[in-house]
């Protein structure tokens, strides 16, 4: 069964550093686009970044931009979010995400067809 598993979320205080994994099971991840979402409580998903086969990355939110990294794995099949100099505001449900048609980033989230279930990232004092 194919799926996408996140973890490496927690609790962490304002200025920190946190790692997130997505690994991919029954499928080789590194020929599609992979990208990582967030939806922060009462609010709709947002896009953060995503990386194409190719290795070109979308940044989809500028609140993130020179904070956060994403990167591949290949011999591990997994793909990263790498968040530093956290804030309150980056609290959120972060889902990684992917789509087997696609080599490319979708201009839009909602485009994405695989999802994985989520891990809450929380940023506080």
């Known amino acids: 069964q194919s799926q996408l598993v996140e973890s490496g979320g927690g609790l962490v205080q304002p200025g920190g550093s946190l790692r997130l994994s997505c690994a991919a099971s029954?499928?080789?991840?590194?020929?599609?686009?992979v990208g990582w979402v967030r939806q922060a409580p009462g609010k709709g998903r947002e896009g953060v970044l995503c990386i194409s086969s190719s290795g070109y990355i979308t940044n989809y939110a500028d609140s993130v931009k020179d904070r956060f990294t994403i990167s591949r794995d290949v011999a591990k099949n997994t793909v990263y979010l790498s968040m530093n100099t956290l804030k309150p505001e980056d609290t959120a449900v972060y889902y990684c995400?992917?789509?087997?048609?696609?080599?490319?980033?979708?201009?839009?989230?909602?485009?994405?067809?695989?999802w994985g279930q989520g891990t809450q990232v929380t940023v506080s004092s």
């Open positions: 029954g499928f080789t991840l590194d020929a599609y686009a």
């Open positions: 995400a992917t789509d087997r048609r696609r080599a490319r980033c979708p201009s839009s989230v909602s485009d994405f067809r695989s």
